[in-house]
Nanobody, 117 residues
C-alpha cells in the first residue's frame, strides 16, 4: 500500500504563486513516476504535470511556462510550483504515484487551490 499526503493549497489572488507538496509513504518500489492532476467543479480530472523515473517532465498546455514539477527522491516527495495563477487554475489538486509492472496508480486526498480576487 502507498499513501500520498498533499499540502500547500489555499486561497491566492490572480497572478500569485503557490507550491504544493506531496509526500509518499508505504511500499514504494525503486522505480516509480509521480504527477499532479486537478479537477474543477463539474469537470473531469485532468493531468497537470508528470515526472518520470528518469527525470523527464510533461505539462498540460494550459500550465506550460507557469508550473514546474520536481521531486526529492530521498523524501519520496513531489512538488508543484505554481506561478502566474489565474481563476481558471481553481480546482482540487491531486498527486499520484504509478509503479510496478501493472502500473498501479495511487492517489492523494486532494488539496484545494482557489484563485480569486
Amino acid at each position: 500500500q502507498v499513501q500520498l499526503v498533499e499540502s500547500g493549497g489555499g486561497l491566492v489572488q490572480p497572478g500569485g504563486s503557490l507550491r504544493l507538496s506531496c509526500a509518499a509513504s508505504g511500499s514504494i518500489f525503486r522505480l516509480y513516476s509521480m504527477g499532479w492532476y486537478r479537477q474543477a467543479p463539474g469537470k473531469q480530472r485532468d493531468v497537470v504535470a508528470t515526472l518520470t523515473t528518469t527525470g523527464g517532465t510533461e505539462y498540460a498546455d494550459s500550465v506550460k511556462g507557469r508550473f514546474t514539477i520536481s521531486r526529492d527522491n530521498a523524501k519520496n516527495t513531489v512538488y508543484l510550483q505554481m506561478s502566474s495563477l489565474n481563476p481558471e487554475d481553481t480546482a482540487v489538486y491531486y498527486c499520484n504515484l504509478v509503479q510496478g509492472i501493472a502500473r498501479y496508480t495511487y492517489w492523494g486526498q486532494g488539496t484545494q487551490v482557489t484563485v480569486s480576487s
